[in-house]
C-alpha cells in the first residue's frame, strides 16, 4: 500500500492527508494543491488501501526443516549405548563374525562347533550372545519405531503447514484482488471523466469557431456595403 500511495502522491495523482503522510515514514509534505489534466475531482481520489500481506500469510514462518530432517547412519553402538544395552562376554557381533568362518559347514555342523568352543571357555555361554541379540533386536526396533514416528509428525507438520500457507495465499490473493478491481474501477471513472472533459472543450472550441465564423461573415459583409459609398463619391 506504502508503495502505491508514494506513486500515486509523486504523480500528484493523490492528495494525503496528515496522517497519511505521517504512515509514509518520511514523505515530503505537499506544500502546492494537487492540478492535473484529470481535474479537480481527480486530486481527490484516494485508492482503497491494499492489504497487509503480513497478516494474509504471504510470509509465514518458515518450515522448521532441522526437525524434519530425519538422522541417516547412525552407528549401531551409539543406538545400543542410547538403549542402555550392558556389555555382554560374548557380544552377539562375535558370534556372528564365528558363524561367518563356518560358512562353509553345514548348518547342524556349525552348531555342533559352537557348542564345542562355548564347552570349552567358561568365560562366556550362547546365552550370552542369545541375551545380546535380543537386547539388540529390541533396541533396533525401538529406534525404528522412532523413526517412524518422528516421520509420521514431520509429514503431518508438513501437512498443517502447506495448509496454513495455501490459505494464508488465499486470502491474500482475494483480497489483492479486490483491491485491484476497486483501482481499476476508479481508474476508468477517471478515464471517463476526462473523456467527457476533454469532449465539452472541443465542443466548445468548434461552438466557438463557428461563432467566430459566422460574425466575421456578418461583418464583412457589412463592410462591403458600406464601401459603396466611398467608391461612388469619393471622387
Same mark, same amino acid.
Given at each position: ?133 535380543? &537386547? +539388540?533386536?529390541? !533396541? ?5 519405531? $522412532?523413526? %517412524?514416528? @518422528?516421520? =509420521? /509428525?514431520? *509429514? ?20 489483492? &484482488? +479486490?483491491?485491484? !478491481? ?5 481508474? $476508468?471513472? %477517471?478515464? @471517463?471523466? =476526462? /473523456?467527457? *472533459? ?38
Amino acid at each position: 500500500m506504502k508503495g502505491i500511495l508514494k506513486f500515486l502522491a509523486a504523480a500528484k495523482l493523490v492528495d494525503l492527508s496528515d496522517e497519511e503522510k505521517m504512515k509514509l515514514h518520511g514523505v515530503e509534505q505537499v506544500d502546492e494543491p494537487i492540478a492535473t489534466s484529470l481535474g479537480s475531482e481527480a486530486a481527490s481520489v484516494n485508492p482503497p488501501p491494499l492489504p497487509d500481506t503480513s497478516d494474509a500469510g504471504t510470509s509465514p514462518p518458515p518450515i522448521n526443516c532441522a526437525a524434519a530432517d530425519v538422522a541417516e547412519g547412525k552407528s549401531f553402538e551409539n543406538i545400543f549405548k542410547s538403549a542402555q544395552i550392558p556389555d555382554s562376554p560374548f557380544p552377539a557381533e562375535r558370534l556372528l563374525r564365528l558363524l561367518d568362518g563356518l560358512r562353509a559347514m553345514d548348518e547342524a555342523t556349525r552348531k555342533a562347533a559352537v557348542h564345542a568352543m562355548d564347552a570349552a571357555d567358561d568365560n562366556w555361554t550362547i546365552d550370552d550372545s542369545i541375551i545380546d541379540a535380543q &537386547r +539388540k533386536i529390541t !533396541a533396533l526396533e525401538d529406534y525404528q519405531k $522412532a523413526l %517412524e514416528s @518422528q516421520l =509420521t /509428525a514431520n *509429514q503431518q507438520q508438513v501437512i498443517t503447514e502447506v495448509a496454513d500457507l495455501k490459505e494464508a495465499e488465499e486470502r491474500a490473493v482475494t483480497e489483492i &484482488r +479486490k483491491q485491484i !478491481a476497486e483501482m481499476e474501477r476508479l481508474l $476508468a471513472r %477517471e478515464i @471517463q471523466k =476526462t /473523456a467527457e *472533459q476533454i469532449t465539452n472543450l472541443e465542443g466548445g472550441q468548434k461552438s466557438a469557431m463557428e461563432s467566430c465564423e459566422r460574425e466575421v461573415k456578418r461583418l464583412q459583409t457589412e463592410i462591403e456595403r458600406l464601401r459603396e459609398i466611398p467608391a461612388q463619391f469619393s471622387h
